[in-house]
């Protein structure tokens, strides 16, 4: 803010007066976030319960532990990009202000007639998303979109839908299991969902791939990690979004080899160690190659496309974007780097003619008096007589 004060000489002189940031913010934009924080945890705190009833990692539902992570990892993306989020003017948008109350229409719908939480949970983030735009500006949202649209990988999907993606996950993981233990030499069979195969010693033994053992867990879990991995790189948008999206079929993929796993320890092993120990265990284990995987499709994308920096019509090279993104993937991973100060091109000369090669005892002096001439490098000349005639 500004205000006018008066010198000695009667001149009214205009003196900019600004307000102490944190964080790139005011303490009293600070005070109108907390005051509408309150309100927003207070408006959907019985939401805010039953997704930590449902998700936590202690007494919640094992399908949705990783929700926990969802949270985190969003206020990790904000420190990494502290200072775009600092240096960014906060600015509000009357534009966003129809996300507001279109979110609490969405969870109200989701009280009733639609009974269904999970249209509550997307309301809420919906309005989480509405304030955040509404106070901060579109610039901002730059920043913010991702940890809020991140909110949605630790919502808990409908009863129906859980079900109606499992099964055909569940169908998947048994052909390929019978297609594994085929090539393995065992002899097997799929009904639906159930493995017939015959025992080590003959007898015919029935694995049934249960709504559990469809993948959800895993799909859920490895589209949260594959998200993390790309958004927190310093990556053009469409291939983080081709990391993302890598992760459904990437988590099929470790879900089908590990029913494949099962039914080979249930074949040449024995039926409590494949049910056991082992079926707990092996979930775990695949989330190893999974991260590998994922690794895998960066590293293709890295050396396959590489990106280009335009050239201006002055002929010096834009590398703002480029030093902008090492910035931000030294924050991420707490590396400093360097960058040497710009120069122009035109203090940058280049001669046009080739440098001659210098004899092994250097370049000869030139005469005193003399000015250095174009054939300085040239052999002096002789002072013989003879030699002048």
């Excluded at 532990?65 to 969003?74: E, F, K, T």
């Excluded at 906060?90 to 639609?114: C, D, E, K, N, R």
């Excluded at 879990?221 to 983080?240: E, N, V």
């Excluded at 030294?330 to 960058?339: E, L, M, N």
Aim: hydrophobic share 50%; glycine share 8%; net charge positive.
């Amino acid at each position: 803010m500004s205000e006018l004060a008066s010198s000695d000489t009667g001149i009214i002189q205009e003196v900019d007066v600004r307000e102490e940031r944190y964080f790139g913010l005011t303490p009293t934009a600070w005070v109108q976030v907390g005051t509408l924080g309150l309100l927003f945890l207070v408006a959907f705190l019985i939401c805010l319960r039953r997704l930590w009833l449902k998700t936590n990692p202690i007494s919640g539902d094992a399908n949705w532990s990783h929700a926990i992570c969802v949270p985190v990892i969003g206020l990790y993306y904000l420190y990494a990009h502290r200072r775009e989020f600092i240096n960014t003017p906060v600015v509000a948008s009357w534009s966003a202000l129809p996300i507001i109350p279109f979110g609490i229409l969405l969870f109200g719908y989701g009280i009733y007639p639609g009974q269904n939480d999970f249209v509550k949970d997307a309301g809420m983030v919906t309005t989480l998303f509405g304030l955040a735009a509404f106070l901060a500006g579109w610039r901002m949202m730059k920043v913010l979109w991702f940890p809020i649209l991140f909110l949605v990988c630790a919502l808990p999907w409908p009863p129906l839908v859980y079900s109606a993606v499992a099964l055909p996950l569940q169908e998947l993981a048994a052909q390929v299991a019978v297609f594994v233990l085929r090539i393995s030499g065992v002899n097997a069979f799929f009904n639906g969902t159930k493995i017939f195969m015959e025992g080590f010693q003959g007898e015919l033994r029935t694995l049934n791939v249960a709504e559990a053992c469809a993948g959800l867990r895993s799909l859920m879990t490895f589209i949260t990690i594959g998200a993390a991995m790309a958004f927190l790189s310093a990556r053009p948008l469409w291939q983080k979004i081709v990391v993302t999206v890598s992760a459904v079929p990437i988590a099929i993929f470790c879900n089908v080899m590990r029913v494949s796993g099962q039914g080979l320890l249930d074949h040449y092993w024995s039926r409590e160690w494949s049910q056991g120990f082992a079926h707990q265990f092996a979930g775990m284990v695949m989330l190893i190659p999974a991260f590998f995987l994922l690794l895998l499709i960066g590293w293709l994308l890295d050396r396959i496309f590489v990106e280009v920096m335009p050239v201006t019509d002055d002929g010096g090279v834009a590398v703002a974007e480029a030093v902008a993104k090492l910035e931000a993937a030294a924050a991420a991973s707490g590396t400093p780097i360097i960058v040497p100060p710009q120069r122009s091109h035109n203090t940058i000369r280049r001669s046009k003619k080739r440098l001659r090669p210098q004899p092994p005892g250097g370049p000869p002096a030139a005469a005193s008096g003399s000015p250095a001439g174009p054939n300085d490098g040239a052999q002096p000349a002789s002072k013989d007589p003879e030699a002048k005639a």
